[in-house]
C-alpha cells in the first residue's frame, strides 16, 4: 500500500512537471520524490528563479495535499515573486497545519518574512516571537532572536509596554512615629502608613525620521496609568481612606533630536510636556527641556552628563507654580561579570507652596549581571539622597529648617528563562530608610514589585 501511495505521488508530480515544461519541444517524463522535489524547490529559489520553485512547490502539494515544507516553500517563492499576501496564506496554512514545534519555528519565521517583504515590520516582529517561543533548539531560538533584534533596529517606530505589581506596606509614605516633641510641644503626623497593592501600566511609544547619517528626530508619546488597593489593615487605621486616593495618571509627549559622533559620542536634546491627574481629576502641567551627552571615556568605561529644567503648574490655584533645575553624571564600567554603574545628581526646586522648595543631592550605586545565574539575572542597587528644605514646618516652634536624608536598597531579578513570547517576568524587593531632624517625617517602607519585562 505504501509503495503504491508513493508511485501515485510520483505519477502526480511528474505530470504537474511535465504541463510545466510546455516550452519544451517534447515534455520528457521526470519522476521525483516528494524529498528530492522539495531539494529541488529549495534549489531554484537559491539559484534565484522562483518560478521554477514555485512549480515544484506545487508539485509536492499535488502529491501531498498539507505537506508544511511544501507550503514553506511555496511561501517563499510567492514572496520572491512579489504576490506577498497569496505568500502569507500559504505561510499561515503552514502554521495552522504543523504537528511538531520545528515545523512551527520555520512557519513562523517564513511567515515573518512575508510580512517584512510586505512593509509591515511590526506585525513581523509578533511572528518572530512566535518563532523564538517554539524553537526546539537555542540555535534556531537565537537565529529568531537576532532576526528580531535586526528588524527592531531597521523598524522607525517602538512600542514598550510594562505591567507593574507592587505590594507595600506604606502606600502613603507615612511617618513611622506617632508623635515627636518640639520646642517642649507634642506634634503628631499627618498620616500614618498604609499597606495595600500598588499596581500599574505603563505605555511608551516613539516613531524615529532620519534626518542625516548621524542625526535624527525621535517622536514620543506616553501614558502611565497607578492604582492602589488598600488592605484590610490600612482601612481600619484610617476609615476615611479609599483607593481614590492613590490613582494617578499621565500624558505625555515628547520631542527629541539625536545625534551620534564618529568618535562613538551620542547626544541629545528634547523637550516634555506631560499632563498629571490625581483622584480622577487634572492636577498639573508640566513642561521639560533636557540635555544628554554622553561618550566612550576609556575602553570599557562610558560616561555621560544630563540637565534638565522642568517647569509644573498646578491645574487649582493661581501661582502654584514649581521650577526644578537638575543636572547629573554617570560612570558605567563593563566587567566580564556584568556592568557596574555609578549615578549622581543635584537638583534645585523653588516654588511658594509651602515646604516644597528644596535643595536635593543624591548618588547610587548599581551592580547588574549581563549572564544569567542558574537562569536569574539579578540587579542590585544602593542610593541615598540628602534634601534640605527652603523652610521650616513648625515656624512658630521652631525656625530650624527641614532637613532629611534617604538610604534605598533594592534587590530586582529577571528570570529570561521562565519567558512567553519574549516576555519574562521581573520580581523586586526594595527597602527605604527616611530620616529627619522633624521625627514626625521619619518612614519606612518595604515594597515587593513583581513586573513583567521583554528579554531581546
Given at each position: 500500500?505504501?509503495?503504491?501511495?508513493?508511485?501515485l505521488?510520483?505519477?502526480?508530480?511528474?505530470?504537474?512537471?511535465?504541463?510545466?515544461?510546455?516550452?519544451?519541444?517534447?515534455?520528457?517524463?521526470?519522476?521525483?520524490?516528494?524529498?528530492?522535489?522539495?531539494?529541488?524547490?529549495?534549489?531554484?529559489?537559491?539559484?534565484?528563479?522562483?518560478?521554477?520553485?514555485?512549480?515544484?512547490?506545487?508539485?509536492?502539494?499535488?502529491?501531498?495535499?498539507?505537506?508544511?515544507e511544501?507550503?514553506?516553500?511555496?511561501?517563499?517563492?510567492?514572496?520572491e515573486?512579489?504576490?506577498?499576501?497569496?505568500?502569507?496564506?500559504?505561510?499561515?496554512?503552514?502554521w495552522?497545519?504543523?504537528?511538531?514545534?520545528?515545523?512551527?519555528?520555520?512557519?513562523?519565521?517564513?511567515?515573518?518574512?512575508?510580512?517584512?517583504?510586505?512593509?509591515?515590520?511590526?506585525?513581523?516582529?509578533?511572528?518572530l516571537?512566535?518563532?523564538?517561543?517554539?524553537?526546539?533548539?537555542?540555535?534556531?531560538?537565537?537565529?529568531?532572536?537576532?532576526?528580531?533584534?535586526?528588524?527592531r533596529?531597521?523598524?522607525?517606530?517602538?512600542?514598550?509596554?510594562?505591567?507593574t505589581?507592587?505590594?507595600?506596606?506604606?502606600?502613603?509614605?507615612?511617618?513611622?512615629?506617632?508623635?515627636?516633641?518640639?520646642?517642649?510641644?507634642?506634634?503628631?503626623?499627618?498620616?500614618?502608613?498604609?499597606?495595600?497593592?500598588?499596581?500599574?501600566?505603563?505605555?511608551?511609544?516613539?516613531?524615529?525620521?532620519?534626518?542625516?547619517?548621524?542625526?535624527?528626530?525621535?517622536?514620543?508619546?506616553?501614558?502611565?496609568?497607578?492604582?492602589?488597593?488598600?488592605?484590610?489593615?490600612?482601612?481600619?487605621?484610617?476609615?476615611?481612606?479609599?483607593?481614590?486616593?492613590?490613582?494617578?495618571?499621565s500624558?505625555?509627549?515628547?520631542?527629541?533630536?539625536?545625534?551620534?559622533?564618529?568618535?562613538?559620542?551620542?547626544?541629545?536634546?528634547?523637550?516634555?510636556?506631560?499632563?498629571?491627574?490625581?483622584?480622577?481629576?487634572?492636577?498639573?502641567?508640566?513642561?521639560?527641556?533636557?540635555?544628554?551627552?554622553?561618550?566612550?571615556?576609556?575602553?570599557?568605561?562610558?560616561?555621560?552628563?544630563?540637565?534638565?529644567?522642568?517647569?509644573?503648574?498646578?491645574?487649582?490655584?493661581?501661582?502654584?507654580?514649581?521650577?526644578?533645575?537638575?543636572?547629573?553624571?554617570?560612570?558605567?564600567?563593563?566587567?566580564?561579570?556584568?556592568?557596574?554603574?555609578?549615578?549622581?545628581?543635584?537638583?534645585?526646586t523653588?516654588?511658594?507652596?509651602?515646604?516644597?522648595?528644596?535643595?536635593?543631592t543624591?548618588?547610587?550605586?548599581?551592580?547588574?549581571?549581563?549572564?544569567?545565574?542558574?537562569?536569574?539575572?539579578?540587579?542590585?542597587?544602593?542610593?541615598?539622597?540628602?534634601?534640605?528644605?527652603?523652610?521650616?514646618?513648625?515656624?512658630?516652634?521652631?525656625?530650624?529648617?527641614?532637613?532629611?536624608?534617604?538610604?534605598?536598597?533594592?534587590?530586582?531579578v529577571?528570570?529570561?528563562?521562565?519567558?512567553?513570547?519574549?516576555?519574562?517576568?521581573?520580581?523586586?524587593?526594595?527597602?527605604r530608610?527616611?530620616?529627619?531632624?522633624?521625627?514626625?517625617?521619619?518612614?519606612?517602607?518595604?515594597?515587593?514589585?513583581?513586573?513583567?519585562?521583554?528579554?531581546?
Amino acid at each position: 500500500m505504501r509503495a503504491l501511495t508513493t508511485w501515485l505521488r510520483r505519477l502526480v508530480l511528474s505530470c504537474a512537471l511535465m504541463s510545466a515544461c510546455t516550452g519544451l519541444a517534447s515534455a520528457q517524463e521526470m519522476r521525483l520524490s516528494l524529498p528530492e522535489a522539495r531539494a529541488a524547490s529549495a534549489r531554484m529559489l537559491q539559484a534565484g528563479k522562483p518560478e521554477a520553485a514555485l512549480i515544484l512547490a506545487e508539485g509536492v502539494l499535488l502529491g501531498a495535499p498539507g505537506d508544511v515544507e511544501g507550503l514553506l516553500l511555496k511561501a517563499r517563492a510567492l514572496q520572491e515573486l512579489g504576490k506577498h499576501r497569496d505568500a502569507r496564506k500559504s505561510a499561515k496554512l503552514a502554521w495552522s497545519v504543523s504537528n511538531t514545534d520545528r515545523d512551527r519555528f520555520y512557519a513562523a519565521m517564513v511567515q515573518a518574512g512575508t510580512l517584512v517583504s510586505n512593509g509591515q515590520k511590526g506585525y513581523a516582529q509578533y511572528w518572530l516571537r512566535r518563532a523564538a517561543q517554539v524553537a526546539p533548539e537555542e540555535r534556531l531560538r537565537g537565529a529568531a532572536v537576532q532576526d528580531f533584534r535586526k528588524l527592531r533596529r531597521a523598524t522607525p517606530w517602538r512600542l514598550h509596554l510594562g505591567l507593574t505589581f507592587a505590594p507595600s506596606d506604606n502606600l502613603n509614605g507615612g511617618a513611622k512615629n506617632e508623635s515627636t516633641d518640639i520646642n517642649g510641644f507634642t506634634v503628631r503626623p499627618g498620616a500614618r502608613p498604609l499597606s495595600g497593592l500598588r499596581y500599574g501600566l505603563n505605555a511608551d511609544f516613539s516613531y524615529r525620521v532620519p534626518i542625516s547619517r548621524n542625526t535624527r528626530l525621535k517622536f514620543g508619546a506616553n501614558i502611565e496609568v497607578t492604582r492602589a488597593e488598600l488592605s484590610s489593615d490600612a482601612r481600619a487605621t484610617d476609615p476615611d481612606a479609599k483607593n481614590n486616593d492613590f490613582r494617578e495618571d499621565s500624558f505625555g509627549l515628547s520631542l527629541d533630536y539625536e545625534a551620534r559622533g564618529k568618535t562613538g559620542w551620542l547626544a541629545s536634546a528634547g523637550v516634555d510636556l506631560t499632563h498629571n491627574t490625581r483622584r480622577g481629576e487634572g492636577f498639573s502641567n508640566v513642561k521639560a527641556l533636557r540635555l544628554f551627552y554622553g561618550r566612550m571615556v576609556m575602553p570599557g568605561v562610558t560616561g555621560s552628563a544630563r540637565a534638565e529644567w522642568r517647569h509644573e503648574t498646578l491645574v487649582h490655584g493661581s501661582g502654584n507654580d514649581l521650577t526644578t533645575q537638575e543636572i547629573g553624571l554617570a560612570l558605567g564600567k563593563q566587567f566580564d561579570m556584568g556592568r557596574l554603574r555609578l549615578d549622581a545628581w543635584f537638583s534645585d526646586t523653588n516654588s511658594d507652596l509651602y515646604m516644597v522648595a528644596n535643595e536635593t543631592t543624591g548618588a547610587q550605586l548599581s551592580f547588574s549581571k549581563t549572564r544569567a545565574v542558574k537562569g536569574m539575572l539579578p540587579r542590585v542597587a544602593l542610593s541615598y539622597r540628602d534634601i534640605d528644605y527652603d523652610n521650616a514646618p513648625f515656624a512658630f516652634l521652631s525656625d530650624m529648617t527641614r532637613h532629611d536624608t534617604e538610604w534605598k536598597l533594592s534587590v530586582d531579578v529577571l528570570l529570561p528563562k521562565v519567558d512567553f513570547y519574549g516576555f519574562a517576568p521581573e520580581i523586586g524587593l526594595s527597602f527605604r530608610d527616611r530620616g529627619s531632624n522633624y521625627g514626625i517625617y521619619d518612614s519606612q517602607s518595604t515594597d515587593l514589585r513583581l513586573g513583567i519585562k521583554s528579554v531581546f
